[in-house]
């Protein structure tokens, strides 16, 4: 669930997005992106679907405790950058595991004809992956900077998809 801190920024970045020509929305199927979801909905008066790639790395038996508490040897990250691609948590996703789940999320959307731009609700880890991938940045090489919330990316397909940009090296 969103604090009031968090649907008052979500409430800002709605004001931005209604001046763009958004034409859909698609959240995470995870309670918060879902509610953000809502609030953008409602002030486009649109409505959402749900797609389960774009959920947040799932960190198996670690869910629910910071990134920063976690070892490297479990979290593929120190110091800001990731170290360990394959690395994970017991029962949980790898870096790797990630970015092919949000690799498969944005080469399914730039398969389905639509009209307008697309509003994508995820999460921090998702977030880092796709601008890493504009980037052209390996996910074994990428830095795990902070994601603000609320923050609005812009990212053309052509930017996250073409096929010489999947590779997860």
């Known amino acids: 669930m969103l604090t009031k801190a968090g649907r008052e920024q979500v409430a800002a970045v709605s004001e931005v997005v209604s001046r ?5 929305i698609i959240s995470s199927d995870l309670d918060r992106a879902q509610e953000t979801a809502s609030i953008v909905g409602q002030k486009l008066d649109m409505a959402w679907t749900c797609d389960s790639d774009l959920r947040e790395r799932d960190f ?4 629910g405790r910071p990134l920063a508490n976690l070892r490297p040897e479990w979290s593929g990250v120190e110091e800001g950058r990731v170290v360990n691609a394959d ?3 017991p029962a949980g996703e790898s870096l790797h595991d990630l970015s092919a789940r949000g690799d498969g999320f ?4 730039t398969e389905q004809p639509r009209r307008g731009d697309v509003l994508v609700v995820t999460h921090g880890g998702v977030i880092r992956v796709a601008l890493a ?14 994601v603000p919330n609320a923050g609005l990316w812009s990212i053309g397909t052509h930017e996250i998809c073409p096929s010489n940009l999947l590779s997860s090296v």
């Open 133 to 146: 991938k504009c980037d052209r940045v390996p996910v074994s090489k990428m830095a795990w900077g902070p």
């Open 87 to 89: 690395a994970r948590p």
């Open 20 to 24: 763009l020509p958004i034409g859909s």
């Open 106 to 109: 944005f080469c399914r959307l």
């Open 60 to 63: 198996g038996y670690a869910q």
